[in-house]
Each structure stands twice: as C-alpha cells, then as structure tokens.
C-alpha cells in the first residue's frame, strides 16, 4: 500500500492507495479541494464539516448530471444501433430482392435470345 499526503482547505491529509495510484489521487484530492475553496470564497469561514458537505455534495451533483448524460448517450447509442441493424436488414432485403429480379431477368434474356436464334430457351 502507498502513502500519499493530500492538501485540502490547508489541511494535510495522509492517505493510503494502491500503488500507481498516487497521482489519481492526489489529483482527485486537488480537484475537491478546489470545491472547497470555491465555496470557502463565496460563504467565508462557515466550519470545516460544513464546507466539506457542500463540496461533497457538488460533486455529488455533478456526478448524478454526468451519469443522465452518460444514460442519455447510452439510449442514443441503443438506437443508432437499432436503425443500423433495422438498415442492415432492409438492405439484405433489398439485395435478395434485386438478386431475384436480375435472375428473372437472365432467364428472359435468355429466352429471348434463344427465340431470336431459334433455339429454345433452356427451362428453369
């Protein structure tokens, strides 16, 4: 386990991570403490607990919008692929169907082609 001493409000912290994790969470800490001094700036000296519940609550706030964005996209994501698949399957409809004609249309080329020589046609 990693020791790693954050600042917030400036306050030392000393916190444990998991190795590598050092940065993430120094940047994270630095993050919350810009919460913090956000609203230290704007309601003054207020009390420690109740600024960190504001800044925790912010960030909780932020959070909860970026998951109804992300569900957003998620749900967009969703129905492009349907109306890709749904594309998809028109398509090969489309194909099979034009595969089809172009095969009648070969047999009575051919048939045609056979009755301007005056051979018969081969029958299908």
Not at 6 to 12: E, F, L, P, W
Not at 51 to 60: D, E, H, N, P, S
């Amino acid at each position: 386990m990693a020791q790693v001493t954050v600042t917030i409000d400036g306050k030392a912290y000393r916190m444990a991570c998991e190795e590598g994790q050092e940065d993430h969470l120094t940047d994270l800490a630095a993050g919350f403490d810009q919460y913090v001094g956000h609203l230290k700036s704007q309601f003054g000296e207020i009390g420690d607990l109740r600024l960190t519940v504001m800044a925790g609550i912010m960030v909780m706030d932020e959070l909860s919008e970026l998951k109804r964005k992300l569900a957003a996209c998620e749900a967009d994501i969703a129905a492009l692929r349907s109306a890709r698949d749904g594309d998809s399957e028109h398509h090969q409809q489309h194909e099979q169907l034009l595969v089809s004609t172009l095969g009648d249309l070969a047999g009575r080329i051919e048939s045609l082609t056979g009755k301007l020589t005056g051979r018969n046609a081969p029958v299908n």
